[in-house]
């Protein structure tokens, strides 16, 4: 059965690929799963029939027969459960496998997106010219970390997994910052995710979307 996600009908990003169905599609794109895109406006977000697939009002979901999922993070381990190519078969790697899919959204994303809501919501604060120093400590903390913890290898444990998949799309939140340049080897941990097959077919995928090109579905 063809699976079907959500997203943006006109996304906010501006077609940069870091809305979070972008992390679907990829996934979905490296294990080759065919699927069906659903746009939503910010409207019907908050509609009750989007909010019985998303109890927040959120993108995106995901929707195979009788199951509805939600939360980009939930979605692609279910992805990585039922298809080959983004868990590793070894028990003990995979056990790591998920492990850096959880760091990736628990502990480096939240401090980002904590910046970037500063940076949107909080400019005209008075606050805002001192914590937002804070913020990029920490942001500085968590990257010097993982870079030390990456070296020089490809990826986060041997081959690249769904770990990988959700660490790049979180560092992407950081193209073109100071921030992410001063750790040559995550900028070219990024680039090599980016050049992945899968990835630039996902991209491309959402790109049409938001330029109106071609059509959602993939």
Not at 4 to 25: E, K, Q
Not at 30 to 38: H, S
Not at 180 to 186: E, F, Y
Not at 188 to 215: S, W
């Amino acid at each position: 059965m063809t699976p079907t996600i959500t997203a943006f009908a006109r996304s906010p990003d501006g077609g940069r690929g870091l809305a979070r169905d972008m992390r679907v599609r990829w996934a979905l794109e490296e294990v080759g799963q065919p699927y069906d895109v659903r746009l939503v406006s910010f409207s019907e977000m908050k509609e009750s029939a989007h909010r019985a697939l998303h109890p927040f009002g959120q993108i995106p979901t995901y929707e195979e027969g009788d199951l509805a999922l939600f939360e980009s993070g939930a979605i692609i381990f279910h992805i990585a459960q039922r298809h080959a190519g983004l868990l590793p078969e070894d028990a003990s790697a995979r056990a790591r496998a998920i492990a850096w899919m959880f760091a990736a959204l628990n502990t480096v994303e939240p401090p980002i997106i904590e910046r970037e809501a500063a940076r949107l919501l909080e400019r005209d604060k008075s606050w805002y010219e001192e914590r937002l120093p804070i913020l990029e400590d920490r942001i500085r903390v968590r990257l010097g970390q993982l870079s030390s913890r990456l070296g020089d290898a490809d990826w986060l444990d041997d081959a690249f997994s769904a770990g990988d998949l959700l660490m790049v799309t979180v560092l992407r939140r950081l193209s073109g910052a100071d921030l992410l340049a001063k750790h040559p080897n995550l900028t070219i941990y990024v680039a090599r995710g980016e050049a992945r097959p899968a990835y630039r077919r996902a991209f491309d995928a959402q790109l049409a979307v938001f330029t109106g090109k071609a059509p959602a579905g993939c």
